[in-house]
Antibody, heavy 119, light 110 residues
Framework: QVQLQESGPGLVKPSETLSLSCTVS????????WSWIRQPPGKGLEWIGY???????NYNPSLKSRVTISVDMSRNQFSLRLTSVTAADTAVYYCARYPNVYSSVVDPWGHGTLVTVSS | QSVLTQPPSASGTPGQRVTISCSGS????????VSWYQQLPRTAPKLLIH???QRPSGVPDRFSGSKSATSASLAISGLQSEDEADYYCAAWDDSLNGVVFGGGTKLTVL
């Protein structure tokens, strides 16, 4: 059974870059799309984007200028990079498998990691 | 402001049937399938319904989904205390070219 685990700093300073990794275990990263979704404290879910294991990506238009998702097949990991962060980027960040492009199915999800943007 | 609109709260007593609505537009619910997610307190969301009305393995048949035009619904029958959670609808949006979520509905079992 595929499991995902996020890792990375829990605190990032304003204007700096948020970097998170997601390790996939119990299955290969090959053959699927992989996604990041975030949830500000006490608020709803926001889709950040996805990347196909072999390249090709799609990002939320509202974040597109600041976001990069990349895949490292040798480590069975994928990563999120969000530049020029502000307090509005404070959220729990979830990594997840995105099995079918152009669908809304995201499964399974990681446990999530809280990233706080503060000086 | 979420693209899909859900009521912020819903409630019911044990054994009751409750319905949660999700309103969208022709570019999302109107032309694509709908998914529903259940988020128990302090946990990650879990896929509850996919392809508008299909339950993944392990999801009780008390949960069902439906769609009509640009609106979708999640129905929970035989409500149980463990169903107390936040529920989110989602769909692919052809105009935004991405996944859009509802704002979430907090279900309270009285």
């Amino acid at each position: 059974q595929v499991q995902l685990q996020e890792s990375g700093p829990g605190l990032v300073k304003p204007s700096e870059t948020l970097s998170l990794s997601c390790t996939v275990s119990g299955g290969s990263i090959s053959g699927y799309c992989w996604s990041w979704i975030r949830q500000p404290p006490g608020k709803g879910l926001e889709w950040i984007g996805y990347m196909y294991y072999s390249g090709g990506s799609n990002y939320n238009p509202s974040l597109k200028s600041r976001v990069t998702i990349s895949v490292d097949m040798s480590r069975n990991q994928f990563s999120l990079r969000l530049t020029s962060v502000t307090a509005a980027d404070t959220a729990v960040y979830y990594c997840a498998r995105y099995p079918n492009v152009y669908s809304s199915v995201v499964d399974p999800w990681g446990h999530g990691t809280l990233v706080t943007v503060s000086s | 402001q979420s693209v899909l609109t859900q009521p912020p709260s819903a409630s019911g007593t044990p054994g009751q049937r409750v319905t949660i609505s999700c309103s969208g537009s022709s570019s999302n619910i109107g032309s694509n399938t709908v998914s529903w997610y259940q988020q128990l307190p302090r946990t990650a969301p879990k896929l509850l319904i996919h392809s508008t009305n299909q339950r993944p393995s392990g999801v009780p048949d008390r949960f069902s989904g439906s769609k009509s035009a640009t609106s979708a619904s999640l129905a929970i029958s035989g409500l149980q205390s463990e169903d107390e959670a936040d529920y989110y609808c989602a769909a692919w949006d052809d105009s935004l070219n991405g996944v859009v979520f509802g704002g979430g509905t907090k279900l309270t079992v009285l």
